[in-house]
């Protein structure tokens, strides 16, 4: 059974940077698409960004555009979430995902029903 490890959280002041990493253990997972969620205390879990393994496809919530980055390098079979410009409203569990899907009609890459694996989440605070 493949899991997640997501780590790479931090507490950093708005404006700042930080980089998120995702790794499988227990098995590879080099298919399919990883993405990344996060949750805000008191609110429901929300999709941040995606990415295709097969050609790098990118996908981002519109709050994110223009600063985060979500990469992948296939030689470690990991993920990255790139931060920048961070705001306190970016405070939230962050949590990778992997889903067996690659291609996605409409923006159905952002529900979570479509993923199968999950990483145990790792906090990122954003002070102002």
């Known amino acids: 059974q493949v899991q997640l490890v997501d780590s790479g959280g931090g507490l950093v002041q708005a404006g700042g940077s930080l980089r998120l990493s995702c790794a499988p253990s227990g098995g590879t997972f080099s298919r399919g698409t990883m993405g990344w969620f996060r949750q805000a205390p008191g609110k429901e879990r929300e999709f941040v960004a995606a990415?295709?393994?097969?050609?790098?496809?990118?996908y981002y919530t519109d709050s994110v555009k223009g600063r985060f980055t979500i990469s992948r390098d296939n030689t470690k079979n990991t993920v990255y979430l790139h931060m920048n410009s961070l705001k306190p409203e970016d405070t939230a569990v962050y949590y990778c995902?992997?889903?067996?899907?690659?291609?996605?009609?409409?923006?159905?890459?952002?529900?979570?029903?479509?993923?199968?694996?999950w990483g145990q989440g790792t906090q990122v605070s954003v002070s102002s």
């Open positions: 990415i295709t393994w097969s050609n790098g496809r990118t």
């Open positions: 995902a992997g889903s067996h899907a690659d291609t996605w009609p409409g923006a159905t890459y952002s529900l979570e029903r479509w993923y199968d694996y």
